[in-house]
């Protein structure tokens, strides 16, 4: 979906006249379509509603081109210690292969790291023995990744139209990225493209129904404006992935306000 084209709520008269939990009809739900939510606040500018029907607590507007461009066109600083994150990766390589070896897949297993950055976790999961692709919009740190990562492959597109290349994988780790999609619908269905009949997928987003986050959610640090677009609970992330044909076969409690899922196709 175009940056900028998508109609949010409106409101007559204007955003500070709005109480905290005040409802506005207007829309839709980037989850289930309603067109009722509530006034959550603002957040340097950014107005958050959650949705009365789903509870999704999604950002009113889109980003425009413009904003988009300040904030992903530096982004790719990040190196952390490739050995680090073998420890994070390994579970989802074990589980994957052993799944792989019950189809029958012989060859080496196929791993994708959606929104990879510089390439940290892509240069782990090639480590752990993998065929690892790395999947990155910005141009700019995809070729950072190339060129400290040489062992990988990496693409610069987004993840519908890597899902559009026709290319399937064993295993997908898809950490913090979900909540950063205008269209998380779109999104979650080139997720599930992408997977093997026999793959596996580790999706982490930040948690908005976890008993930490504040009451007033404008001021929990993951309503980031521009970046965060949609934040999640576990029924209403459960429902799209349901309805694009996933299945949460197993979900990591934490302490932290985040969602650990590993999800599966539908059988
Ligand atoms: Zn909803």
């Not at 959606?114 to 090639?126: D, E, S, W």
């Not at 060129?147 to 898809?174: K, M, V």
Request: aromatic share 8%; proline share 6%.
């Amino acid at each position: 979906m175009e940056p900028g084209l998508v109609p949010g709520f409106v409101f007559p008269g204007g955003a500070n006249s709005m109480q905290r939990g005040e409802k506005l009809t207007g829309g839709p739900c980037p989850v289930c379509g309603a067109t009722v939510a509530l006034w959550l606040g603002e957040k340097k500018g950014h107005a958050y509603l959650r949705c009365a029907s789903c509870a999704l607590v999604y950002a009113r507007d889109v980003p425009t081109r413009e904003q988009f461009a300040a904030v992903y066109g530096a982004y790719g600083g990040n190196r952390p210690s490739v050995g680090r994150q073998r420890f994070r990766l390994w579970p989802l390589v074990a589980w994957a292969r052993q799944r792989a070896c019950r189809a029958g897949v012989t060859r080496p297993l196929r791993a994708l790291d959606v929104g990879c950055n510089t390439g940290y976790n892509t240069a782990a999961l090639a480590g752990l023995g993998s065929e690892a692709h790395g999947l990155e919009t910005n141009p700019a740190t995809v070729e950072l990744a190339r060129s400290l990562h040489p062992d990988c492959q990496f693409h610069a597109e987004t993840l519908e139209q890597h899902a559009a290349s026709g290319q399937r994988y064993d295993a997908i780790y898809c950490s913090e990225v979900i909540e950063h999609a205008v269209d998380v619908r779109s999104f979650a269905t080139a997720l599930a493209a992408l997977l093997e009949p026999h793959g596996l997928l580790f999706l982490t987003t930040p948690d908005a129904g976890h008993w930490r986050v504040p009451a007033n959610t404008v001021r929990w640090r993951h309503v980031i404006p521009v970046e965060h677009l949609r934040l999640f609970d576990r029924r209403n992330l459960g429902r799209l992935l349901g309805e694009v044909g996933l299945e949460v076969r197993l979900r990591i409690p934490t302490t932290r306000t985040n969602l650990r899922l590993f999800c599966t196709p539908r059988v």
